[in-house]
């Protein structure tokens, strides 16, 4: 197990397109989380699952976003007609329930909406 | 009103004097409390993370707690070129809550 891994690591869109990516967490890991991370702030949570059921999102998850996580594995997260506003690097994490301080982070997936 | 707040930057030190960066947190019933480093373009790597009051020490970084001030704070020992990054406080809940982070520079 290599870790928490991202797909794909770049994604150039042109805007009012569709995009998704994908986290595959490690796979004892319970817990996944979205970030969204702009330049020069912090990451930013979009939202969180356990096993198969997403629990929260976070209000800066408006409509056009979605995000999955079927059989409690790998988590997809979709964006629909992209704005520029999107360009961003969103990152993906997991952990092993509450019981550890240990989240792990995925490299990321930088979109660019042009 | 933003939930975790870090001094802001850039910080830039001499190679080898101490680094101190900053962060308060608005939720009194945090309980754990995480520093990351991240350089640019890369996720976040796991610097350390304290839920006692008190210090915390882990080779040239000590994490330091104040939950009565709702303060946390990381000095960097002796720093390095390669300690130049952006470091981020983070607030655990269910879940980590970011501040915007401090860049600093270790210049040589």
């Known amino acids: 197990d290599t870790g928490v891994s991202q797909n794909p690591r770049h994604k150039i869109t042109k805007r009012g397109q569709n995009v998704t990516f994908r986290c595959d967490p490690i796979s004892e890991h319970n817990r996944l989380y979205w970030y969204r991370q702009t330049l020069g702030q912090g990451p930013e949570f979009l939202t969180y699952f356990q096993n198969e059921a997403q629990l929260e999102k976070s209000r800066l998850l408006s409509d056009r976003f979605s995000a999955e996580r079927p059989k409690g594995s790998f988590s997809t997260l979709e964006i629909q007609r992209t704005e520029q506003g999107d360009s961003a690097m969103y990152l993906c994490?997991?952990?092993?329930?509450?019981?550890?301080?240990?989240?792990?982070f995925g490299s990321g997936t930088r979109l660019t909406v042009v | 009103q933003k939930e975790v707040e870090q001094n802001s930057g850039p910080l830039s030190v001499p190679e080898g004097a101490i680094a101190s960066l900053n962060c308060t947190y608005s939720d009194r019933g945090s309980q754990s409390f995480f520093w990351y480093r991240q350089y640019s373009g890369k996720s976040p790597e796991l610097i350390m993370f304290i839920y006692s009051n008190g210090d915390k020490e882990d080779g040239r970084f000590t994490a330091q707690l104040n939950k009565a001030s709702q303060y946390v704070s990381l000095l960097i020992r002796d720093s390095q070129p390669s300690d130049s990054a952006t470091y981020l406080c983070?607030?655990?809940?269910?879940?980590?809550?970011f501040g915007a982070g401090t860049t600093v520079t270790v210049r040589a």
């Open positions: 983070a607030v655990n809940d269910y879940k980590l809550s």
């Open positions: 994490a997991s952990r092993i329930g509450t019981a550890t301080m240990d989240y792990t």
